[in-house]
């Protein structure tokens, strides 16, 4: 009888070891990212250049989006970030996203609030109404954006409602009293980047209400913007017109990527 028992608990012994042999490796296998890229021309890289057959989208292979699937082992990636995207056209590329969606990036807002007709305003214009028409585009993006942010973040939970979303926000454009000896007064260039700081704070506390991780890509451009005296991270008035004030190659790569990876590894 002492021979069967022992025989018998080997037998079992050996079955949980498999057993739980089995479970760590099902465990230990990677997790599937299914990975869709929303947003509007800072998600699709316009300004990082190579842009591909992607059109007035802009969609740039040096673009975050891009290089971070090029980084993880994802099982898809959809790029559909498009150039000029105000909350309503991210609300139509979320048609991208479904319940096997798990990974999804979305910068949206700023063409809501007007800031490309700002710079123009504020590149033409007095010091006085580059001041008042950037007030204006702060008291939409207190007043108005956060009832639009919210449609775009219920509709990406509703659709992929196990999916991480990364919010990402926009860098300030200069440095003040920094190298630049012509262009835009300083007076300017303080009052487009309190744009910048109202549009980030607005997104953070909308994405925060949602439970969605926000990367706030400021600091990671500090040191960086136009009139810095180290490399510039973002494009000042450039030909094409449609690239300037956005980030170059290396701020897709070293502060976007870069903030969005301190986050996701």
């Not at 599937?32 to 509007?40: I, T």
């Not at 559909?80 to 991208?96: E, K, L, P, W, Y």
């Not at 999804?104 to 490309?116: E, K, W």
Request: proline letters at 3%; charged letters at 15%; aromatic letters at 8%.
């Amino acid at each position: 009888m002492k021979a069967r028992a022992r025989r018998l608990l080997s037998i079992i012994g050996i079955s949980v070891l498999t057993l739980v042999g089995g479970a760590v490796s099902a465990s230990a296998a990677p997790a599937e990212v299914n990975y869709v890229a929303l947003g509007d021309s800072y998600s699709s890289g316009v300004g990082a250049g190579s842009y591909g057959d992607s059109g007035s989208c802009r969609r740039s292979a040096n673009a975050y989006p891009q290089l971070w699937a090029n980084s993880h082992a994802v099982s898809s990636f959809k790029f559909v970030a498009c150039s000029g995207a105000v909350t309503s056209d991210v609300i139509n590329q979320a048609s991208h996203v479904d319940s096997s969606t798990t990974f999804i990036t979305v910068s949206v807002g700023g063409n809501d609030a007007g800031f490309a007709d700002v710079m123009v305003d504020c590149t033409l214009g007095s010091d006085s109404s580059c001041v008042n028409r950037v007030e204006e585009a702060k008291q939409f993006a207190r007043n108005t954006l956060p009832g639009r942010l919210d449609n775009v973040y219920q509709t990406l939970t509703s659709r992929a409602p196990n999916a991480e979303i990364v919010v990402l926000g926009y860098p300030r454009f200069y440095q003040i009293g920094g190298t630049c000896k012509v262009g835009l007064s300083d007076t300017k260039r303080a009052a487009i980047n309190s744009g910048a700081d109202t549009l980030a704070e607005v997104t953070a506390e909308r994405a925060a209400a949602w439970g969605l991780k926000f990367v706030d890509v400021r600091g990671a451009f500090s040191g960086h913007e136009i009139c810095s005296s180290g490399d510039w991270w973002l494009h000042s008035l450039t030909w094409p017109i449609v690239e300037s004030y956005h980030p170059t190659a290396d701020g897709q790569r070293l502060g976007y990527l870069a903030a969005l990876q301190s986050v996701t590894g």
